[in-house]
């Protein structure tokens, strides 16, 4: 089964930082670039970040460029995601998501598998 | 607010067709292909249609997508009550370095 498990959320105080990782399995991870969506409390989707299969290609938000990173180990089927200077704005619900097709440079064709989301407060 | 517009509601009875109207612009739905996401109560969105008509395995044909120009719809014939939850399209946006855009979503009822 295609499964990706996302965890390290958590309570955390405005300006400070947190890692979120995602675990993926049933798949072959390194053939597929993964993205990072979030869900305010009662509210839309809003993309994150997304990294291409390789790390060649990375993208950010407007909303959280230059606070977070993605990275992803393929070796450990994983992708993370570092959250620096963090702001209540950033409170959600964080999910990991595959891409749909392999080998894509870029992010146009979107998520397919998405997890069940790790839950991020930011507040003091 | 969001980039992508959609209706905040809609609602339908068993057996009914329903419609979900997606509006963007010529940097996001009129240069690029649609996604359509059905999030239950609770629960993670779940890919409906992809590439603004194509069904991933599994979903049933009584879902349906379709795009013309900046607009893009889905469509729920035979309407469930399974079918009730949040419908949300999603399309890369070419604009500045490119993002991706979803709508603010649909919070579909089955009365």
């Known amino acids: 089964e295609v499964q990706v498990v996302e965890s390290g959320g958590g309570l955390v105080q405005p300006g400070r930082s947190l890692r979120l990782s995602c675990a993926a399995s049933?798949?072959?991870?390194?053939?597929?670039?993964m993205h990072w969506v979030r869900q305010g409390p009662g509210k839309g989707l809003e993309w994150v970040s997304g990294i291409s299969w390789n790390s060649g290609s990375i993208g950010y938000a407007d909303s959280v460029k230059g606070r977070f990173t993605i990275s992803r180990d393929n070796a450990k089927n994983s992708l993370y995601l570092q959250m620096n200077s963090l702001r209540a704005e950033d409170t959600a619900l964080y999910y990991c998501a595959k891409h749909i097709t392999q080998y894509s440079s870029g992010f146009r064709n979107g998520m397919d598998v998405w997890g069940q989301g790790t839950t991020v407060t930011v507040s003091s | 607010q969001s980039v992508l517009t959609q209706p905040p509601s809609a609602s339908g009875t068993p057996g009914q067709r329903v419609t979900i109207s997606c509006s963007g612009s010529s940097s996001n739905i009129g240069s690029n292909t649609v996604n359509w996401y059905q999030q239950l109560p609770g629960t993670a969105p779940k890919l409906l249609i992809y590439?603004?008509?194509q069904r991933p395995s599994g979903v049933p044909d009584r879902f349906s997508g379709s795009k013309s120009g900046t607009s893009a719809s889905l469509a729920i014939s035979g309407l469930q009550s399974e079918d009730e939850a949040d419908y949300y399209c999603a399309a890369w946006d070419d604009s500045l370095n490119g993002f991706w855009v979803f709508g603010g979503g649909t919070k579909l009822t089955v009365l």
């Open positions: 049933g798949f072959t991870f390194d053939d597929y670039a």
């Open positions: 590439s603004s008509n």
